[in-house]
């Protein structure tokens, strides 16, 4: 296929690109934060994947293209000019917690984190009910009790 008989890109490939554009990213950055190859972002944005014998046009999935609108801060009223189906995963997108990533290499990293974090209460909250333990006997020493709570 020459040149000429490329496939164009389609409009919301288009309007990614700008977005990307104006977010200040690179295709590898935007990939990454839309947890896809750069390969495949460049496809999606250009519309274009080449096969063996030339050129075919490429549709990214709705939720592929609402990754990709979310990681260059696309609207969804914006993108829903072009794709509303993409629009609506979006939508669904930015109804999650805003602490919770939508990739997967960075919610493994917030699971983890949010795991030794965990771990971490867990410990503080074992030496604070020890400490009030050990304070409650104390008290009951002092008031000349058995050394046991409430007696």
């Known amino acids: 296929m020459r040149m000429a008989d490329r496939p164009s ?6 309007l990614i690109r700008i977005a990307q ?12 934060l839309a947890d896809i190859s750069e390969s495949r972002w460049r496809q999606i944005v250009s519309g274009v994947q080449r096969v ?3 050129d075919a ?8 293209v609402a990754r990709m609108a979310r990681a260059v801060e696309l609207s969804p009223e ?5 794709r509303p ?9 930015k109804d999650r917690p ?27 909250t074992r ?4 400490w009030l333990e050990e304070s409650e006997k104390r008290e009951a020493r002092e008031r000349g009790g058995s050394g046991k709570p409430g007696g």
């Open 52 to 54: 063996s014998g030339g």
């Open 127 to 130: 030496k604070a009910l020890m």
């Open 9 to 14: 890109p389609l409009p919301e490939g288009d």
């Open 85 to 93: 189906d993409a629009a609506k995963e979006l939508r669904a997108l």
């Open 21 to 32: 554009k104006e977010a200040g990213l690179s295709a590898r950055e935007a990939a990454r």
């Open 57 to 64: 046009r490429v549709r990214g999935p709705a939720q592929t």
């Open 98 to 124: 805003d602490s919770v990533p939508t990739n997967r290499t960075e919610l493994k990293k917030f699971l983890a984190e949010l795991a030794h974090k965990q771990a971490e209460l867990a410990e503080r």
């Open 78 to 82: 914006r993108l829903a000019k072009v």
